[in-house]
């Protein structure tokens, strides 16, 4: 469930490469991986998914509202599960935040990044993800 209450999973990601971001809400790494996720869903052709996974734990969902709304992303946000904060993930473990996964329109795993991606690195990887 995103942190509006929306239904999120693997059928909503399916179809379209998707741009799966794992980050936390207080560093500056975070936000930027989050504010480029958010240019990519609206300059990508074609078009893209884009889902931020937060690492809080639960007491920081009343604060997603206003790293949305401050950072500028309008992009489903969902709150991770106790599992996954213990590095668990069906695309393996999450040692390292911010991490970016690049998926393809099955939603396997094409890519990933450690730290901030650059421009050029993600559209390379967003278009290999086509192929």
Do not use: C
Request: proline share 5%; no cysteine.
């Amino acid at each position: 469930m995103t942190i509006d209450g929306q239904r999120l999973g693997s059928r909503e990601l399916q179809g379209r490469r998707t741009l799966l971001e794992f980050i936390t809400l207080h560093e500056a790494a975070s936000q930027l991986v989050a504010k480029q996720g958010e240019d990519f869903l609206h300059q990508s052709t074609p078009r893209i998914n884009v889902i931020g996974v937060i690492m809080e734990g639960s007491e920081y969902q009343q604060l997603a509202p206003a790293f949305r709304e401050g950072v500028g992303i309008s992009y489903p946000l969902v709150m991770a599960d106790t599992w996954l904060l213990g590095g668990h993930s069906p695309y393996g473990e999450i040692d390292f935040l911010p991490l970016t996964l690049v998926l393809d329109e099955n939603a396997a795993e094409t890519e990933r990044f450690l730290g901030p991606p650059s421009e050029a690195q993600l559209s390379e990887a967003l278009a290999r993800a086509l192929r």
